[in-house]
């Protein structure tokens, strides 16, 4: 699955996930989609963890508890205890508990998630802008209500520090893109005039909460968003892998801009276990399996047949390689999509 990010394409051989020791996992989209499991994950996920991998599943959604996450998960097929489960919510009360005196109270504008996550590193979860809040923290939840919202922006109009757990505009769900802790934080981000700090991905502070947990050396963060999943680990240099099968569509990579270009790309977590195909740079573009992709006349030119995927692969490369640190136009990478299926 190996892409890379410019003209300088590794040989990357053998499997995949052999290259690593620890999978850093978005949920929503990559995993599971609502309460069904995405088609190959489980297979994939247990296959992975039985040859030594280890797994942590790293979430923005804060609303549920890592207890919660992982009986759904293990509902799934995908055996995991609440340890093997990261949250944004988690990383946004490591962020509070680092800036405000212990004990403080702090007011969520969320769910349980949040607030078990608070009472762990000693802070007091609060419901009113009465109680003087240190800090509000804001994530989602099924249950948000408009009282609730009132109070998290009275509470940061008198100075209480604004924590987002994620800015996800969207969440991945069964019936498509709903919207997300970061559309729902607008509300008291523009009610009060404070921006909030922001600690799930791509921001640093989720990742600092998964490497701290997991202690990992080698690892591959695995998502479906280039905004979040991908840009994350561009910011923390470690390699990424996007999965087809949640947010990000081929045109949305193709068109990306080098801090939103994935390390690998697979249709799904099946790719974890697929012998790596090199992208290759020769006289005629970019080839990858039975693909080759050249940037001819300002346009892609994409050609070839067998596994789609590869064909994507190809064509980013040359794409990347022809629009170097900016981003590619899509009027000229659409009409090469068709020899994909896209």
Same mark, same amino acid.
């Given at each position: 699955?190996?892409?890379?990010?410019?003209?300088?394409?590794?040989?990357?051989?053998?499997?995949?996930?052999?290259?690593?020791?620890?999978?850093?996992?978005?949920?929503?989209?990559?995993?599971?989609?609502?309460?069904?499991?995405?088609?190959?994950?489980?297979?994939?996920?247990?296959?992975?963890?039985?040859?030594?991998?280890?797994?942590?599943?790293?979430?923005?959604?804060?609303?549920?508890?890592?207890?919660?996450?992982?009986?759904?998960?293990?509902?799934?097929?995908?055996?995991?205890?609440?340890?093997?489960?990261?949250?944004?919510?988690?990383?946004?009360?490591?962020?509070?508990?680092?800036?405000?005196?212990?004990?403080?109270?702090?007011?969520?504008?969320?769910?349980?998630?949040?607030?078990?996550?608070?009472?762990?590193?000693?802070?007091?979860?609060?419901?009113?802008?009465?109680?003087?809040?240190?800090?509000?923290?804001?994530?989602?939840?099924?249950?948000?209500?408009?009282?609730?919202?009132?109070?998290?922006?009275?509470?940061?109009?008198?100075?209480?520090?604004?924590?987002?757990?994620?800015?996800?505009?969207?969440?991945?769900?069964?019936?498509?893109?709903?919207?997300?802790?970061?559309?729902?934080?607008?509300?008291?981000?523009?009610?009060?005039?404070?921006?909030?700090?922001?600690?799930?991905?791509?921001?640093?502070?989720?990742?600092?909460?998964?490497?701290?947990?997991?202690?990992?050396?080698?690892?591959?963060?695995?998502?479906?968003?280039?905004?979040?999943?991908?840009?994350?680990? #561009?910011?923390?240099?470690? @390699?990424?892998? !996007? %999965? &087809?099968? /949640?947010?990000?569509? $081929?045109?949305?990579? *193709?068109? +990306? =801009?080098?801090?939103?270009?994935?390390?690998?790309?697979?249709?799904?977590?099946?790719?974890?276990?697929?012998?790596?195909?090199?992208?290759?740079?020769?006289?005629?573009?970019?080839?990858?399996?039975?693909? #080759?992709?050249?940037?001819? @006349?300002?346009? !892609? %030119? &994409?050609? /070839?047949?067998?596994? $789609?995927?590869?064909? *994507?692969? +190809? =064509?980013?490369?040359?794409?990347?390689?022809?629009?170097?640190?900016?981003?590619?136009?899509?009027?000229?990478?659409?009409?090469?999509?068709?020899?994909?299926?896209?």
């Amino acid at each position: 699955m190996t892409v890379g990010h410019t003209s300088d394409m590794p040989e990357t051989t053998g499997v995949l996930v052999d290259a690593y020791d620890t999978l850093l996992l978005d949920l929503d989209g990559v995993v599971y989609l609502g309460k069904h499991a995405v088609p190959c994950a489980p297979e994939a996920l247990v296959k992975a963890r039985d040859q030594g991998v280890r797994l942590a599943f790293v979430t923005n959604n804060a609303s549920r508890t890592p207890g919660a996450i992982a009986q759904h998960l293990s509902h799934l097929g995908i055996p995991a205890a609440p340890q093997d489960v990261v949250t944004s919510a988690q990383a946004a009360a490591r962020l509070v508990a680092e800036h405000v005196p212990a004990g403080s109270a702090v007011l969520v504008v969320g769910g349980m998630g949040l607030r078990m996550a608070l009472r762990e590193h000693g802070l007091r979860p609060v419901t009113t802008a009465l109680d003087a809040p240190a800090a509000v923290v804001q994530g989602i939840a099924d249950n948000l209500s408009y009282g609730l919202l009132c109070e998290g922006a009275l509470a940061v109009r008198q100075g209480a520090w604004f924590v987002a757990a994620n800015g996800d505009t969207t969440m991945p769900t069964g019936r498509g893109e709903q919207p997300g802790n970061g559309s729902m934080s607008r509300v008291i981000a523009t009610a009060a005039g404070v921006e909030p700090v922001v600690a799930g991905k791509p921001e640093p502070p989720l990742h600092r909460e998964s490497m701290i947990r997991t202690r990992a050396e080698r690892p591959l963060i695995v998502g479906d968003r280039l905004d979040t999943d991908i840009e994350g680990a #561009t910011r923390a240099g470690v @390699d990424s892998l !996007l %999965v &087809l099968t /949640g947010v990000a569509t $081929p045109l949305d990579v *193709l068109t +990306a =801009a080098p801090h939103h270009r994935p390390t690998h790309i697979a249709a799904d977590l099946s790719g974890l276990h697929a012998a790596v195909v090199p992208v290759r740079r020769g006289s005629g573009g970019w080839t990858c399996g039975g693909w #080759t992709a050249v940037w001819q @006349d300002g346009k !892609l %030119v &994409l050609a /070839g047949e067998g596994d $789609p995927v590869e064909g *994507l692969r +190809a =064509a980013c490369a040359a794409t990347w390689e022809a629009a170097g640190d900016g981003r590619a136009d899509e009027d000229a990478v659409k009409a090469a999509l068709a020899a994909l299926g896209r």
